[in-house]
């Protein structure tokens, strides 16, 4: 069995290879993500789509990604986290190559599909990675690095889908992915080392990792097909509850699950992920819907729409490191609560944004609010989830809270629709989509000061040398939100963790 490799420093050039080898894989798949939204008028109208079918384009790779990255975390924990990254970034070119050949809907959905089984193999992977291999003083500022570049490849998404989408095709946004995959594999077989949890060991959990994709993929299904009123829709999503029920009886039962319960004994861990449901939720509605407002109501190109969201790319490229360093010092409690309010505002004055609307006086304040938001979101929420548990589940607590994004993503791209009366035909006419829209972003903005409230009243600063890394005493950092000792102690002490069996 391989032990982890030593603490690489990130000033020497191995570490920065391993950085950029975890940038470029984990981007590759946040920038598909959203590069597919600017495309989707004109998949829509080549293909002869309505939007159900625009919504299973996202969705088809949000259901394999956030039902399986759970088992993407831990086959690496297990068997390699640079084994099982390799493994993701060439079955997600595979995905991606079958996309771009695809030759009507059905076909790419099922691309979409096998896409996300690659992105849930190499994204929890890229982060497990820097957390096993970058020396502890440097992972805060690597982590800040990730998620900077990371989340600089899903902004840049829109503007270079919309560059591709106005010129060689919309296909090109998926081949693209080709030639990035042919760079990030050698260059991560060459430098990155391998890592894994020793303690991983026993029975592959088959049945939680079949039970959580089908739970998922049901309720989506229910989700984009109600307003048909057809009985099948309700039977599906009973279905999708009831499997989502059996998934979490199993993985309390079983002696190896893929979610082991004590994972959530950190209070922050639990904390965090609660957080995280909300606000990826919004913003997974956000990005779904504002690339069609501003291509279908506003009147703008496919390149135009891209480019316009080109300030919130900007401002994480500038200014994620520093955030990361920022939550570092200050605790992730403030960042957590005052990100998704910028947030919130930012998607409020997503509002002015209609027929006649100005980008300098509409919709860049709204952009450039949302910019900022994400940039003081997105660092310290990674960090502090990484911290919150042992070095050596890395990959797993990462696995948990992309499933918690993704999932939030994803069945806010379901239900968005539906909540704001968006028909099947509804962004082939601007009046129709413009008043669906305004609706959308309110649920969006609730949804965002829901993760801030939860955040402020959840998320505690340990003191230094708190064990709040699984400890196993109920103190206020460690324990769940809901636990007497989380109401009672002081939150920013701890007593000692008892020794571990």
Not at 8 to 36: E, H, K, N, Q, Y
Not at 71 to 83: F, I, K, S, T
Not at 212 to 228: F, P, Q, V
Not at 365 to 390: C, I, K, Q, R
Request: proline share 8%; with cysteine; hydrophobic share 50%.
């Amino acid at each position: 069995m391989t032990a982890p490799a030593p603490g690489i420093p990130l000033a020497t050039a191995r570490g920065r290879w391993i950085v950029f080898t975890t940038v470029l894989g984990s981007g590759m798949a946040l920038l598909d993500s959203t590069v597919v939204n600017v495309a989707l008028p004109r998949i829509g109208r080549d293909l002869g789509a309505d939007l159900a079918v625009l919504q299973w384009t996202v969705n088809a790779y949000l259901v394999t990604l956030a039902g399986l990255i759970l088992v993407g975390g831990a086959l690496g924990d297990r068997y390699g986290r640079r084994r099982i990254f390799v493994l993701g970034v060439v079955w997600f070119a595979a995905g991606s190559l079958l996309c771009g050949l695809a030759p009507n809907a059905g076909v790419l959905i099922a691309a979409r599909a096998l896409q996300g089984i690659g992105g849930a193999l190499l994204t929890p992977g890229s982060l497990a990675l820097i957390q096993g291999s970058i020396h502890p003083d440097d992972r805060a500022r690597a982590v800040g690095l990730w998620s900077g570049f990371g989340g600089v490849g899903a902004a840049v998404g829109p503007f270079l889908g919309g560059w591709l989408v106005d010129g060689p095709g919309w296909r090109w946004v998926f081949l693209l992915n080709v030639p990035l995959a042919a760079l990030c594999v050698p260059v991560a077989l060459r430098h990155v080392p391998e890592s894994r949890d020793p303690r991983a060991r026993g029975r592959f959990d088959v049945a939680g990792a079949v039970l959580g994709a089908a739970s998922l993929a049901l309720i989506t299904y229910a989700l984009i097909e109600a307003h048909s009123g057809a009985l099948t829709v309700t039977v599906t999503a009973v279905a999708g509850i009831l499997l989502g029920a059996v998934f979490g009886y199993v993985e309390r039962r079983r002696p190896d699950p893929m979610v082991p319960p004590d994972i959530f004994r950190s209070r922050q861990f639990t904390a965090v992920n609660l957080v995280t449901l909300c606000v990826y939720a919004a913003l997974g509605g956000f990005f779904f819907l504002v690339v069609l407002q501003l291509q279908v109501v506003a009147g703008y190109s496919a390149l135009g729409s891209g480019a316009a969201l080109l300030p919130t790319t900007a401002l994480m490229l500038l200014l994620s490191a520093r955030s990361a360093a920022l939550g570092e010092r200050i605790g992730p409690r403030i960042p957590l609560t005052v990100g998704p309010l910028l947030c919130a505002a930012g998607t409020l004055l997503m509002l002015r944004v209609g027929p006649d609307s100005s980008y300098v006086r509409d919709v860049l304040p709204a952009l450039v609010v949302m910019g900022a938001g994400l940039t003081v979101l997105v660092a310290p929420l990674t960090a502090t989830v990484l911290a919150s548990v042992d070095p050596g589940r890395a990959g797993l607590a990462s696995g948990i809270n992309n499933a918690a994004a993704r999932a939030a993503g994803l069945l806010a791209v379901a239900a968005l629709p539906l909540l704001a009366g968006m028909g099947p035909d509804a962004y082939l006419s601007p009046g129709a989509f413009d008043a669906a829209f305004g609706r959308s972003m309110l649920w969006c903005a609730g949804a965002l000061v829901a993760g801030a409230a939860l955040a402020w009243a959840t998320v505690r600063t340990p003191a230094p040398g708190a064990p709040h890394a699984e400890c196993r005493t109920q103190c206020p950092v460690c324990a769940p939100p809901w636990s007497p000792a989380a109401r009672t102690a002081t939150p920013r002490t701890a007593p000692e963790p008892r020794a571990k069996a």
